[in-house]
């Protein structure tokens, strides 16, 4: 004879949960949050095998009973779903990412006092490479690389709010890697104010919160940052900063050792509102 069963209940109770828990996390956005947005479709599958396994259980819930005793291996699926409810997480604040430190672009190109020495010749010969160029020739396509990589960042500002991460992972990028080919340039980007405990006064960093995968191996990344209004902002404030791109030797308290950074020097910053997303996705 068919009865109710507690336990097929319960189950189907939890599949429920966990169902609406997916559809609430894709159907928001809410699930950029968490995990990279290429790992979404995964996510919408899992869906959707839960939508079937709920339909099924619902079969289950008049059967044959084993016994009317609860079984208690339900309360480690139960508890994920409460804490999930009542404390309905927002992903991860600065303060959380911070203590894993910051990511401050080292420059990677290590000739970068050599464009800065007015009285170089125009041609010299490469390190180590055995191979002439024109430094005048160079200087100009470099300058001429610049204004094209400048006029698409400026592009992508004249989008949505959604491509302004780009904009700010593109710079950090360029600027970088590409140090020389971006000194005394102008770069504005948006991002949340970060300090560390050895900073100069006037000293900040404009971060954004880099999610590779997913909130496990996020990081914050950002480019080092000098203003005489620095101390009228807190941390984690987001800011719209303007600067000019420069220099400076940093000591890294981590590993104790000096390293070269490039630096903006800022022209105007001002306050925005915290963006939808505050990561930005390789």
Same mark, same amino acid.
């Given at each position: 004879?068919?009865?109710?069963?507690?336990?097929?209940?319960?189950?189907?109770?939890?599949?429920?949960?966990?169902?609406?828990?997916?559809?609430?996390?894709?159907?928001?956005?809410?699930?950029?949050?968490?995990?990279?947005?290429?790992? !979404?479709?995964?996510?919408?599958?899992?869906?959707?095998?839960?939508?079937?396994?709920?339909?099924?259980?619902?079969?289950?819930?008049?059967?044959?009973?084993?016994?009317?005793?609860?079984?208690?291996?339900?309360?480690?699926?139960?508890?994920?779903?409460?804490?999930?409810?009542?404390?309905?997480?927002?992903?991860?604040?600065?303060?959380?990412?911070?203590?894993?430190?910051?990511?401050?672009?080292?420059?990677?190109?290590?000739?970068?006092?050599?464009?800065?020495?007015?009285?170089?010749?125009?041609?010299?010969?490469?390190?180590?490479?055995?191979?002439?160029?024109?430094?005048?020739?160079?200087?100009?396509?470099?300058?001429?690389?610049?204004?094209?990589?400048?006029?698409?960042?400026?592009?992508?500002?004249?989008?949505?709010?959604?491509?302004?991460?780009?904009?700010?992972?593109?710079?950090?990028?360029?600027?970088?890697?590409? !140090?020389?080919?971006?000194?005394?340039?102008?770069?504005?980007?948006?991002?949340?104010?970060?300090?560390?405990?050895?900073?100069?006064?006037?000293?900040?960093?404009?971060?954004?919160?880099?999610?590779?995968?997913?909130?496990?191996?996020?990081?914050?990344?950002?480019?080092?940052?000098?203003?005489?209004?620095?101390?009228?902002?807190?941390?984690?404030?987001?800011?719209?900063?303007?600067?000019?791109?420069? !220099?400076?030797?940093?000591?890294?308290?981590?590993?104790?050792?000096?390293?070269?950074?490039?630096?903006?020097?800022?022209?105007?910053?001002?306050?925005?509102?915290?963006?939808?997303?505050?990561?930005?996705?390789?």
């Amino acid at each position: 004879m068919r009865k109710f069963n507690i336990n097929e209940f319960i189950w189907f109770i939890i599949l429920l949960g966990f169902t609406f828990l997916l559809y609430d996390l894709t159907s928001t956005d809410k699930l950029k949050l968490f995990i990279h947005p290429r790992l !979404t479709q995964y996510v919408k599958i899992t869906f959707y095998v839960l939508v079937i396994l709920s339909i099924v259980q619902i079969t289950r819930v008049f059967s044959k009973g084993h016994g009317t005793k609860i079984r208690k291996g339900y309360i480690l699926f139960v508890l994920p779903l409460l804490l999930v409810f009542i404390v309905n997480p927002k992903g991860l604040n600065a303060q959380i990412i911070a203590k894993k430190g910051v990511n401050l672009g080292e420059i990677r190109n290590s000739n970068i006092g050599n464009i800065q020495d007015k009285d170089i010749d125009n041609k010299e010969e490469i390190e180590n490479s055995g191979v002439q160029v024109d430094k005048a020739t160079e200087s100009s396509e470099a300058q001429s690389i610049t204004d094209n990589q400048m006029e698409i960042n400026t592009d992508y500002i004249s989008f949505a709010n959604t491509q302004e991460s780009q904009v700010f992972l593109d710079t950090i990028n360029n600027v970088s890697n590409n !140090t020389e080919e971006f000194l005394n340039q102008e770069v504005s980007v948006i991002g949340f104010i970060y300090r560390q405990e050895d900073f100069k006064e006037n000293q900040f960093v404009i971060a954004r919160m880099l999610l590779s995968c997913c909130v496990a191996d996020t990081q914050v990344i950002g480019l080092l940052c000098e203003s005489e209004e620095a101390n009228n902002f807190n941390d984690s404030e987001w800011v719209r900063i303007t600067g000019t791109v420069n !220099t400076t030797v940093y000591l890294d308290p981590k590993f104790n050792q000096e390293i070269s950074l490039p630096l903006l020097k800022i022209s105007s910053i001002e306050r925005v509102s915290e963006p939808e997303s505050p990561y930005v996705y390789p």
